[in-house]
Protein backbone atom coordinates (compact mmCIF):
# COMPACT_ATOMS: atom_id res chain seq x y z
CA UNK A 1 0.00 0.00 0.00
CA UNK A 2 1.66 3.47 -0.84
CA UNK A 3 -0.06 5.73 1.98
CA UNK A 4 1.10 8.73 0.20
CA UNK A 5 -0.87 8.49 -2.68
CA UNK A 6 -4.04 8.00 0.39
CA UNK A 7 -2.67 11.06 2.35
CA UNK A 8 -3.94 13.92 0.30
CA UNK A 9 -4.30 16.40 2.80
CA UNK A 10 -2.62 19.90 4.19
CA UNK A 11 0.45 18.87 6.48
CA UNK A 12 -0.65 20.24 10.46
CA UNK A 13 2.12 21.13 12.87
CA UNK A 14 2.92 20.48 16.42
CA UNK A 15 1.94 23.93 17.50
CA UNK A 16 -1.27 23.77 15.48
CA UNK A 17 -2.27 20.69 16.90
CA UNK A 18 -1.72 21.68 20.18
CA UNK A 19 -3.55 25.07 19.65
CA UNK A 20 -6.54 22.92 18.36
CA UNK A 21 -6.72 20.48 21.10
CA UNK A 22 -6.88 23.65 23.44
CA UNK A 23 -9.69 24.75 21.04
CA UNK A 24 -11.41 21.94 21.31
CA UNK A 25 -11.43 22.22 25.36
CA UNK A 26 -13.18 25.52 24.87
CA UNK A 27 -15.45 24.72 23.06
CA UNK A 28 -16.61 22.07 25.28
CA UNK A 29 -16.87 23.96 27.90
CA UNK A 30 -19.40 26.46 25.87
CA UNK A 31 -21.47 23.90 25.14
CA UNK A 32 -21.53 21.83 28.60
CA UNK A 33 -22.29 26.05 30.22
CA UNK A 34 -25.29 26.84 27.26
CA UNK A 35 -26.90 23.64 27.40
CA UNK A 36 -26.61 21.60 30.84
CA UNK A 37 -26.46 18.68 29.52
CA UNK A 38 -24.00 15.61 28.81
CA UNK A 39 -21.54 16.61 25.99
CA UNK A 40 -20.49 13.85 23.72
CA UNK A 41 -17.00 14.95 21.72
CA UNK A 42 -16.44 12.81 18.57
CA UNK A 43 -12.57 13.32 16.53
CA UNK A 44 -10.99 10.58 14.91
CA UNK A 45 -7.62 8.69 16.23
CA UNK A 46 -4.97 9.54 13.23
CA UNK A 47 -1.11 9.60 13.59
CA UNK A 48 1.02 11.65 11.66
CA UNK A 49 0.76 14.96 10.36
CA UNK A 50 -2.15 14.81 7.68
CA UNK A 51 -5.61 14.43 9.58
CA UNK A 52 -7.42 15.24 7.01
CA UNK A 53 -7.96 13.03 4.03
CA UNK A 54 -10.50 11.61 1.71
CA UNK A 55 -10.77 8.41 3.46
CA UNK A 56 -10.70 9.84 6.87
CA UNK A 57 -13.75 12.33 5.79
CA UNK A 58 -15.61 9.38 5.04
CA UNK A 59 -14.52 7.41 8.05
CA UNK A 60 -15.29 10.86 10.30
CA UNK A 61 -18.84 11.12 8.30
CA UNK A 62 -19.53 7.13 9.28
CA UNK A 63 -18.83 7.44 12.76
CA UNK A 64 -21.01 10.33 13.23
CA UNK A 65 -23.82 8.58 11.75
CA UNK A 66 -23.11 5.23 14.21
CA UNK A 67 -22.92 7.48 17.23
CA UNK A 68 -26.07 8.97 16.66
CA UNK A 69 -27.89 5.75 15.56
CA UNK A 70 -26.55 4.24 18.55
CA UNK A 71 -27.76 7.04 20.29
CA UNK A 72 -31.07 6.46 18.90
CA UNK A 73 -30.93 2.97 19.91
CA UNK A 74 -30.18 3.37 23.67
CA UNK A 75 -33.03 6.18 23.56
CA UNK A 76 -30.76 8.84 24.08
CA UNK A 77 -32.21 12.14 23.37
CA UNK A 78 -29.80 14.35 21.14
CA UNK A 79 -30.67 17.80 21.58
CA UNK A 80 -27.89 19.50 19.89
CA UNK A 81 -25.46 18.58 16.92
CA UNK A 82 -22.26 20.93 15.78
CA UNK A 83 -19.72 19.92 13.81
CA UNK A 84 -16.65 22.21 13.27
CA UNK A 85 -14.48 20.99 9.93
CA UNK A 86 -10.84 22.25 10.51
CA UNK A 87 -7.74 20.74 8.78
CA UNK A 88 -6.68 19.81 11.95
CA UNK A 89 -9.39 17.21 12.27
CA UNK A 90 -13.19 17.05 11.75
CA UNK A 91 -15.09 17.34 15.40
CA UNK A 92 -18.45 16.61 15.90
CA UNK A 93 -20.29 17.99 19.45
CA UNK A 94 -23.77 16.24 20.78
CA UNK A 95 -25.29 17.30 23.70
CA UNK A 96 -27.46 14.66 24.88
CA UNK A 97 -30.47 14.27 27.56
CA UNK A 98 -29.22 11.32 29.63
CA UNK A 99 -26.82 10.12 31.98
CA UNK A 100 -23.34 10.35 31.33
CA UNK A 101 -22.08 6.88 32.54
CA UNK A 102 -24.65 5.82 30.42
CA UNK A 103 -24.09 7.41 26.92
CA UNK A 104 -20.17 5.95 27.58
CA UNK A 105 -21.44 2.15 28.27
CA UNK A 106 -23.20 2.70 24.94
CA UNK A 107 -20.44 4.48 23.49
CA UNK A 108 -17.91 2.26 24.25
CA UNK A 109 -19.97 -0.64 23.30
CA UNK A 110 -19.94 1.16 19.97
CA UNK A 111 -16.18 1.35 19.78
CA UNK A 112 -15.91 -2.09 20.46
CA UNK A 113 -18.31 -3.89 18.12
CA UNK A 114 -17.66 -1.45 14.76
CA UNK A 115 -14.35 -2.32 13.30
CA UNK A 116 -13.91 1.25 12.70
CA UNK A 117 -14.33 2.02 16.35
CA UNK A 118 -10.64 1.46 16.85
CA UNK A 119 -10.35 4.72 14.73
CA UNK A 120 -12.94 6.90 17.04
CA UNK A 121 -11.69 9.22 20.06
CA UNK A 122 -15.53 9.52 21.79
CA UNK A 123 -14.88 11.67 24.54
CA UNK A 124 -18.39 12.02 27.40
CA UNK A 125 -18.19 14.62 29.47
CA UNK A 126 -21.02 14.91 32.37
CA UNK A 127 -22.67 18.46 33.18
CA UNK A 128 -19.56 19.36 35.12
CA UNK A 129 -17.22 19.28 32.90
CA UNK A 130 -15.99 15.71 33.97
CA UNK A 131 -14.99 13.29 31.53
CA UNK A 132 -16.02 9.48 32.31
CA UNK A 133 -13.40 7.13 32.00
CA UNK A 134 -13.91 3.51 30.92
CA UNK A 135 -12.22 2.46 34.14
CA UNK A 136 -15.01 4.38 36.06
CA UNK A 137 -17.09 1.79 34.31
CA UNK A 138 -14.89 -1.32 34.81
CA UNK A 139 -13.83 -1.67 31.08
CA UNK A 140 -11.00 -2.45 30.07
CA UNK A 141 -8.32 0.08 28.24
CA UNK A 142 -8.17 0.39 24.57
CA UNK A 143 -5.77 -2.14 22.65
CA UNK A 144 -3.06 -0.86 20.11
CA UNK A 145 -4.25 -0.82 16.40
CA UNK A 146 -1.68 -2.75 15.30
CA UNK A 147 -0.43 -5.23 17.88
CA UNK A 148 -3.16 -5.00 20.32
CA UNK A 149 -1.21 -4.71 23.05
CA UNK A 150 -2.24 -2.02 26.03
CA UNK A 151 -2.11 1.25 23.64
CA UNK A 152 -0.23 3.44 26.10
CA UNK A 153 2.97 0.82 26.56
CA UNK A 154 3.00 0.86 22.70
CA UNK A 155 2.78 4.88 22.52
CA UNK A 156 5.23 5.23 25.13
CA UNK A 157 7.99 3.23 23.85
CA UNK A 158 7.14 3.76 20.42
CA UNK A 159 7.06 0.86 19.87
CA UNK A 160 5.62 1.09 15.76
CA UNK A 161 6.79 3.42 13.35
CA UNK A 162 4.87 6.18 12.06
CA UNK A 163 3.91 4.47 8.54
CA UNK A 164 3.39 0.88 10.70
CA UNK A 165 0.12 2.92 11.92
CA UNK A 166 -0.93 4.77 9.32
CA UNK A 167 -0.66 1.44 7.04
CA UNK A 168 -3.04 -0.35 9.63
CA UNK A 169 -5.21 2.80 10.21
CA UNK A 170 -6.28 2.80 6.12
CA UNK A 171 -6.52 -0.91 5.80
CA UNK A 172 -9.14 -0.57 8.70
CA UNK A 173 -10.72 2.28 6.79
CA UNK A 174 -10.48 0.26 3.40
CA UNK A 175 -11.87 -2.85 4.97
CA UNK A 176 -14.99 -1.43 6.19
CA UNK A 177 -15.89 0.21 3.35
CA UNK A 178 -15.41 -1.92 0.96
CA UNK A 179 -17.16 -4.93 3.29
CA UNK A 180 -19.97 -2.34 3.67
CA UNK A 181 -20.29 -1.80 -0.25
CA UNK A 182 -20.11 -5.40 -0.89
CA UNK A 183 -22.82 -6.22 1.31
CA UNK A 184 -24.92 -3.42 0.17
CA UNK A 185 -24.59 -4.91 -3.45
CA UNK A 186 -25.49 -8.45 -2.52
CA UNK A 187 -28.50 -7.20 -0.64
CA UNK A 188 -29.50 -5.50 -3.52
CA UNK A 189 -29.18 -8.16 -5.61
CA UNK A 190 -31.63 -10.39 -3.17
CA UNK A 191 -33.87 -7.88 -3.14
CA UNK A 192 -34.52 -7.66 -6.86
CA UNK A 193 -34.94 -11.38 -7.26
CA UNK A 194 -37.62 -11.06 -4.30
CA UNK A 195 -39.48 -8.27 -6.35
CA UNK A 196 -38.97 -10.34 -9.65
CA UNK A 197 -41.01 -13.21 -8.04
CA UNK A 198 -43.29 -11.25 -6.31
CA UNK A 199 -43.99 -8.97 -9.44
CA UNK A 200 -48.00 -10.43 -10.37
CA UNK A 201 -49.27 -11.32 -13.28
CA UNK A 202 -46.27 -12.88 -14.69
CA UNK A 203 -46.89 -15.16 -18.28
CA UNK A 204 -46.25 -18.55 -17.48
CA UNK A 205 -43.82 -17.88 -13.93
CA UNK A 206 -43.91 -18.05 -10.37
CA UNK A 207 -45.84 -15.19 -9.00
CA UNK A 208 -48.69 -14.32 -6.32
CA UNK A 209 -51.46 -15.72 -8.41
CA UNK A 210 -49.55 -19.50 -9.26
CA UNK A 211 -46.84 -21.47 -9.86
CA UNK A 212 -47.10 -20.93 -13.64
CA UNK A 213 -45.88 -23.40 -16.18
CA UNK A 214 -43.68 -24.87 -12.85
CA UNK A 215 -44.89 -27.89 -10.32
CA UNK A 216 -41.93 -28.01 -8.73
CA UNK A 217 -41.36 -24.75 -7.05
CA UNK A 218 -42.88 -21.60 -5.64
CA UNK A 219 -42.46 -18.33 -4.40
CA UNK A 220 -41.23 -19.76 -0.96
CA UNK A 221 -38.55 -21.91 -3.00
CA UNK A 222 -37.43 -18.99 -4.52
CA UNK A 223 -37.60 -17.21 -1.62
CA UNK A 224 -35.33 -19.76 0.08
CA UNK A 225 -32.93 -20.11 -2.87
CA UNK A 226 -32.56 -16.08 -2.91
CA UNK A 227 -31.55 -16.45 0.62
CA UNK A 228 -28.99 -18.85 -0.25
CA UNK A 229 -27.24 -16.83 -2.63
CA UNK A 230 -26.37 -13.80 -0.32
CA UNK A 231 -22.77 -14.86 0.72
CA UNK A 232 -22.28 -15.68 -3.16
CA UNK A 233 -23.61 -12.52 -4.48
CA UNK A 234 -21.31 -10.85 -2.02
CA UNK A 235 -18.34 -13.20 -3.38
CA UNK A 236 -18.75 -12.28 -6.81
CA UNK A 237 -18.67 -8.15 -5.74
CA UNK A 238 -15.38 -8.87 -3.22
CA UNK A 239 -13.74 -10.82 -6.12
CA UNK A 240 -14.45 -7.60 -8.48
CA UNK A 241 -12.69 -5.67 -5.98
CA UNK A 242 -9.49 -7.74 -5.06
CA UNK A 243 -8.72 -8.02 -8.67
CA UNK A 244 -9.93 -4.77 -9.83
CA UNK A 245 -6.24 -3.86 -11.52
CA UNK A 246 -6.28 -7.38 -13.28
CA UNK A 247 -7.08 -7.30 -17.36
CA UNK A 248 -11.06 -7.67 -17.19
CA UNK A 249 -10.46 -10.67 -19.33
CA UNK A 250 -8.61 -13.23 -17.25
CA UNK A 251 -11.04 -13.23 -14.53
CA UNK A 252 -13.80 -15.68 -15.58
CA UNK A 253 -12.26 -18.91 -14.50
CA UNK A 254 -12.25 -17.89 -11.01
CA UNK A 255 -15.59 -16.08 -11.84
CA UNK A 256 -17.10 -19.42 -12.87
CA UNK A 257 -15.55 -21.22 -9.76
CA UNK A 258 -17.80 -18.71 -7.61
CA UNK A 259 -20.44 -19.20 -9.73
CA UNK A 260 -20.33 -23.11 -9.60
CA UNK A 261 -20.36 -23.28 -5.72
CA UNK A 262 -23.39 -20.69 -5.81
CA UNK A 263 -25.41 -23.01 -7.71
CA UNK A 264 -24.37 -25.96 -5.32
CA UNK A 265 -25.98 -23.71 -2.48
CA UNK A 266 -28.75 -23.01 -4.52
CA UNK A 267 -29.44 -26.51 -4.99
CA UNK A 268 -28.68 -27.45 -1.57
CA UNK A 269 -31.21 -25.03 -0.45
CA UNK A 270 -33.86 -25.62 -3.18
CA UNK A 271 -33.53 -29.29 -2.80
CA UNK A 272 -32.34 -29.49 -6.20
CA UNK A 273 -34.96 -27.66 -7.77
CA UNK A 274 -32.88 -25.11 -10.62
CA UNK A 275 -33.97 -22.12 -9.61
CA UNK A 276 -31.67 -19.15 -10.38
CA UNK A 277 -29.10 -20.70 -12.01
CA UNK A 278 -29.07 -18.40 -14.95
CA UNK A 279 -29.45 -15.43 -13.13
CA UNK A 280 -26.37 -16.62 -11.43
CA UNK A 281 -24.47 -15.94 -14.29
CA UNK A 282 -25.50 -12.66 -15.16
CA UNK A 283 -25.38 -10.71 -11.52
CA UNK A 284 -21.80 -12.74 -10.83
CA UNK A 285 -20.29 -10.56 -14.22
CA UNK A 286 -22.64 -7.50 -13.53
CA UNK A 287 -21.65 -7.45 -9.23
CA UNK A 288 -17.76 -8.64 -10.52
CA UNK A 289 -18.26 -5.48 -12.39
CA UNK A 290 -19.64 -3.43 -9.91
CA UNK A 291 -16.31 -4.57 -7.77
CA UNK A 292 -13.94 -3.59 -10.24
CA UNK A 293 -15.55 0.39 -10.18
CA UNK A 294 -15.20 0.17 -6.40
CA UNK A 295 -11.90 -1.27 -6.52
CA UNK A 296 -10.58 1.76 -9.27
CA UNK A 297 -12.95 4.74 -7.37
CA UNK A 298 -14.46 4.48 -11.29
CA UNK A 299 -18.16 6.18 -10.99
CA UNK A 300 -20.73 4.00 -12.36
CA UNK A 301 -22.86 4.47 -14.90
CA UNK A 302 -24.43 2.24 -17.31
CA UNK A 303 -22.23 2.74 -19.92
CA UNK A 304 -19.39 1.86 -17.70
CA UNK A 305 -20.80 -2.07 -16.46
CA UNK A 306 -21.99 -2.44 -19.83
CA UNK A 307 -18.08 -1.83 -21.22
CA UNK A 308 -16.70 -4.08 -17.96
CA UNK A 309 -19.59 -6.75 -18.74
CA UNK A 310 -17.98 -7.41 -22.32
CA UNK A 311 -14.42 -7.44 -21.25
CA UNK A 312 -15.41 -10.37 -18.51
CA UNK A 313 -17.36 -11.92 -21.06
CA UNK A 314 -14.84 -11.83 -23.81
CA UNK A 315 -13.42 -15.00 -23.78
CA UNK A 316 -16.78 -16.73 -24.00
CA UNK A 317 -16.82 -16.25 -27.64
CA UNK A 318 -14.80 -19.30 -27.78
CA UNK A 319 -17.87 -21.37 -26.21
CA UNK A 320 -19.10 -21.45 -29.42
CA UNK A 321 -16.18 -20.93 -32.72
CA UNK A 322 -15.99 -24.94 -32.65
CA UNK A 323 -19.34 -25.79 -32.02
CA UNK A 324 -21.01 -28.55 -34.33
CA UNK A 325 -23.93 -30.35 -34.17
CA UNK A 326 -21.79 -33.13 -33.29
CA UNK A 327 -20.20 -31.21 -29.85
CA UNK A 328 -23.59 -29.61 -28.87
CA UNK A 329 -24.97 -31.16 -25.85
CA UNK A 330 -27.01 -28.60 -24.18
CA UNK A 331 -30.11 -26.89 -25.35
CA UNK A 332 -28.40 -23.89 -25.86
CA UNK A 333 -25.60 -25.53 -28.10
CA UNK A 334 -28.28 -26.93 -29.92
CA UNK A 335 -30.26 -23.86 -30.65
CA UNK A 336 -26.95 -22.02 -31.57
CA UNK A 337 -25.97 -24.97 -33.97
CA UNK A 338 -29.27 -24.40 -35.16
CA UNK A 339 -30.66 -20.89 -35.06
CA UNK A 340 -27.54 -19.20 -34.50
CA UNK A 341 -28.99 -18.01 -31.11
CA UNK A 342 -26.63 -17.23 -28.50
CA UNK A 343 -28.35 -17.17 -25.08
CA UNK A 344 -27.48 -15.74 -22.17
CA UNK A 345 -23.59 -16.28 -22.75
CA UNK A 346 -23.96 -14.46 -26.32
CA UNK A 347 -26.14 -11.71 -24.27
CA UNK A 348 -22.99 -11.43 -21.89
CA UNK A 349 -20.30 -10.97 -24.70
CA UNK A 350 -22.14 -8.02 -26.17
CA UNK A 351 -22.58 -6.55 -22.36
CA UNK A 352 -26.46 -7.52 -22.00
CA UNK A 353 -27.93 -5.38 -24.83
CA UNK A 354 -31.53 -6.70 -23.70
CA UNK A 355 -30.63 -5.12 -20.31
CA UNK A 356 -28.86 -2.20 -21.06
CA UNK A 357 -30.76 -1.03 -24.16
CA UNK A 358 -35.03 -1.86 -23.59
CA UNK A 359 -35.26 -3.75 -20.55
CA UNK A 360 -33.62 -0.74 -18.05
CA UNK A 361 -34.81 1.95 -19.82
CA UNK A 362 -38.07 0.92 -20.22
CA UNK A 363 -38.73 0.22 -16.24
CA UNK A 364 -37.38 4.02 -15.97
CA UNK A 365 -40.04 5.67 -18.33
CA UNK A 366 -42.85 3.82 -16.72
CA UNK A 367 -41.88 4.45 -12.86
CA UNK A 368 -41.65 8.21 -14.52
CA UNK A 369 -44.54 7.79 -15.40
CA UNK A 370 -45.91 7.13 -11.76
CA UNK A 371 -46.62 2.95 -12.53
CA UNK A 372 -45.75 1.48 -9.19
CA UNK A 373 -43.03 -1.26 -9.09
CA UNK A 374 -45.49 -4.33 -9.33
CA UNK A 375 -46.92 -3.46 -12.68
CA UNK A 376 -43.65 -1.78 -13.96
CA UNK A 377 -42.18 -5.17 -13.91
CA UNK A 378 -44.84 -6.52 -15.98
CA UNK A 379 -44.78 -4.21 -18.82
CA UNK A 380 -41.25 -4.30 -18.35
CA UNK A 381 -41.24 -8.45 -18.53
CA UNK A 382 -43.45 -7.99 -21.86
CA UNK A 383 -41.42 -5.85 -23.29
CA UNK A 384 -38.44 -7.68 -22.73
CA UNK A 385 -40.12 -10.92 -24.04
CA UNK A 386 -41.29 -9.21 -27.34
CA UNK A 387 -37.47 -8.19 -27.83
CA UNK A 388 -35.55 -11.14 -26.95
CA UNK A 389 -34.66 -14.78 -28.21
CA UNK A 390 -35.67 -16.12 -24.66
CA UNK A 391 -34.38 -19.76 -24.97
CA UNK A 392 -36.62 -21.16 -22.11
CA UNK A 393 -39.46 -20.49 -24.30
CA UNK A 394 -37.63 -22.38 -27.31
CA UNK A 395 -36.81 -25.29 -25.45
CA UNK A 396 -40.26 -25.50 -24.00
CA UNK A 397 -41.98 -25.22 -27.26
CA UNK A 398 -40.31 -23.78 -30.66
CA UNK A 399 -38.64 -21.61 -32.13
CA UNK A 400 -41.59 -20.67 -34.60
CA UNK A 401 -43.89 -20.41 -31.55
CA UNK A 402 -41.57 -18.17 -29.72
CA UNK A 403 -41.34 -15.64 -32.81
CA UNK A 404 -45.14 -15.82 -32.48
CA UNK A 405 -45.45 -14.97 -29.19
CA UNK A 406 -42.74 -11.86 -29.93
CA UNK A 407 -45.03 -10.59 -32.93
CA UNK A 408 -47.86 -10.68 -30.82
CA UNK A 409 -46.31 -9.23 -27.87
CA UNK A 410 -45.14 -6.11 -30.42
CA UNK A 411 -48.57 -5.76 -31.78
CA UNK A 412 -50.23 -5.67 -28.44
CA UNK A 413 -47.40 -2.74 -27.04
CA UNK A 414 -47.55 -0.71 -29.86
CA UNK A 415 -51.46 -0.25 -29.85
CA UNK A 416 -50.72 1.67 -26.80
CA UNK A 417 -52.97 0.05 -24.54
CA UNK A 418 -54.37 1.81 -21.33
CA UNK A 419 -52.59 0.29 -18.24
CA UNK A 420 -55.35 -2.20 -17.02
CA UNK A 421 -55.22 -3.72 -20.77
CA UNK A 422 -51.66 -4.80 -20.25
CA UNK A 423 -52.50 -6.37 -17.09
CA UNK A 424 -55.46 -7.98 -18.41
CA UNK A 425 -53.28 -9.07 -21.26
CA UNK A 426 -50.51 -10.64 -18.95
CA UNK A 427 -52.80 -12.24 -17.13
CA UNK A 428 -54.09 -13.76 -20.12
CA UNK A 429 -51.42 -14.55 -21.32
CA UNK A 430 -50.21 -16.25 -18.41
CA UNK A 431 -53.12 -18.86 -18.77
CA UNK A 432 -52.00 -19.57 -22.21
CA UNK A 433 -48.64 -20.02 -21.25
CA UNK A 434 -49.25 -22.61 -18.49
CA UNK A 435 -51.60 -24.46 -20.69
CA UNK A 436 -48.70 -24.26 -23.10
CA UNK A 437 -46.13 -25.45 -20.92
CA UNK A 438 -44.46 -22.17 -21.29
CA UNK A 439 -41.99 -20.42 -19.19
CA UNK A 440 -40.02 -17.46 -20.16
CA UNK A 441 -37.18 -17.85 -17.30
CA UNK A 442 -34.44 -16.09 -19.47
CA UNK A 443 -37.10 -12.97 -19.63
CA UNK A 444 -37.40 -12.99 -15.85
CA UNK A 445 -33.33 -12.82 -15.19
CA UNK A 446 -33.41 -9.98 -17.19
CA UNK A 447 -36.40 -8.65 -15.11
CA UNK A 448 -34.27 -9.01 -12.08
CA UNK A 449 -31.76 -7.21 -13.28
CA UNK A 450 -33.71 -4.49 -14.17
CA UNK A 451 -34.71 -4.27 -11.24
CA UNK A 452 -31.66 -4.39 -10.05
CA UNK A 453 -29.82 -1.71 -11.89
CA UNK A 454 -32.94 0.10 -10.53
CA UNK A 455 -32.38 -0.06 -6.96
CA UNK A 456 -28.89 0.94 -7.47
CA UNK A 457 -29.53 4.18 -9.00
CA UNK A 458 -32.09 4.70 -6.13
CA UNK A 459 -28.62 4.38 -3.96
CA UNK A 460 -26.08 5.76 -5.83
CA UNK A 461 -25.41 8.21 -9.41
CA UNK A 462 -26.00 4.92 -11.20
CA UNK A 463 -27.84 6.46 -14.66
Same mark, same amino acid.
Given at each position: ?????????????????????????????????????????????????????????????????????????????????????????????????????????????????????????????????????????????????????????????????????????????????????????????????????????????????????????????????????????????????????????????????????????????????????????? =?????? /??? #??? $?? %??? @????????????????????????????????????????????????????????????????????????????????????????????????????????????????????????????????? =?????? /??? #??? $?? %??? @??????????????????
Amino acid at each position: MDVQKILIGKHIELPQMLSARENRVQKQNQLLQQYQMTLISFTLNIAGPIKVFPLAIKTYEEGLELIKYQCKAMEISICHLEENHFATGYEGYLCVQSDAFKVKKALTELEENSSLGRLFDIDVLDKSGQKISRTALSLPQRRCLVCGGPTFVCSRSRTHSLNEILQHTISIMQDYFSEKYAVHIASTAARALLYEVLATPKPGLVDKNNTGAHKDMDIVTFETSSLALLPYFKAFVNFGISHCKCDPQTLLPQLRSIGIQAEIAMLRATKGINTHKGIIFS =LGILET /ALG #ICY $GN %SIS @INCSVLQNLCKEIAAPMADDFSNLAAKSATTNGEKLFVRYGIRGVRGEAIDGFPILFDVAFPKMEQLLQENYNLNDTGILTLLTILANSEDTNVISRSSYKKMTEIQHTLKEELENNLEHRDYLDFAQK =LDQEFI /AQN #ISP $GG %SAD @ILALSYFLHFLKQDSNLY
